[in-house]
């Protein structure tokens, strides 16, 4: 049987999305990487081998709609 391990969201201001899946979900950041256009930041807990993923494109200042 399938099933999801990671998920990818797409956001505008990095630190108060970290902020926000910490407080709702009690995810922590597990690992950073930072490249010259974009930044991602992988966030899990110790309960569940399930990841969220941030994904950072620079320069962005709009938000994104949906199936962007």
């Known amino acids: ?6 998920m990818m969201i797409r956001v505008v201001d ?3 999305s970290i902020a926000f899946y910490n407080t709702a979900l009690g995810l ?6 930072d ?10 807990n110790a309960e569940a ?3 969220v993923e ?3 494109n620079k320069g962005r ?3 994104y709609a949906l199936g962007e």
């Open 54 to 56: 941030l994904t950072l």
């Open 14 to 16: 990095l630190d108060r």
């Open 61 to 63: 200042t709009e938000p």
């Open 1 to 6: 049987m399938a099933k999801a391990i990671h």
């Open 49 to 51: 081998d399930f990841e």
């Open 35 to 44: 490249f010259d256009s974009f930044t991602l930041v992988y966030l899990r």
């Open 28 to 33: 922590g950041v597990a690992d950073t990487y």
